[in-house]
């Protein structure tokens, strides 16, 4: 039974911080992929950031510099780590994992293999 069970959402004002974190079980996590999708109020949903079995990160422009993505694979732990919070930022945010590199699907297309449950972020004063 896999399992993405995500925590750390809530609401913070322009330029504050927060951690999301995704548990994961069910499957082998230090071999999977990761990811964080967000998805905005009238907006399609869109890839934040990718971390692959080697570490290596992708980030989508909007983000960079400001979101850092992480994994812990002795705690089945994915982390994304968001800074200078911006009003832009507020969405729904889903991890999600997979056994492919991120290229084949971090753009949805097509869409990872497992998906936790979301969790809120907004941004506002």
């Known amino acids: 039974q896999v399992q993405l069970v995500q925590s750390g959402g809530g609401s913070v004002q322009p330029g504050g911080s927060l951690r999301l974190s995704c548990t994961a079980s069910g499957y082998s996590f230090s071999s999977y992929s990761m990811g964080w999708f967000r998805e905005a109020p009238g907006k399609e949903r869109e890839g934040v950031a990718t971390?692959?079995?080697?570490?290596?990160?992708i980030y989508a422009d909007s983000v960079k510099g400001r979101f850092t993505i992480s994994r812990d694979n002795a705690r089945n732990t994915l982390y994304l780590y968001m800074n200078r919070l911006k009003p832009e930022d507020t969405a729904m945010y889903y991890c999600?994992?997979?056994?492919?590199?991120?290229?084949?699907?971090?753009?949805?297309?097509?869409?990872?293999?497992?998906w936790g449950q979301g969790t809120q972020v907004t941004v506002a004063s």
């Open positions: 999600a994992a997979d056994p492919r590199p991120p290229l084949e699907w971090w753009l949805l297309l097509p869409p990872p293999a497992y």
């Open positions: 971390i692959d079995s080697d570490f290596r990160t």
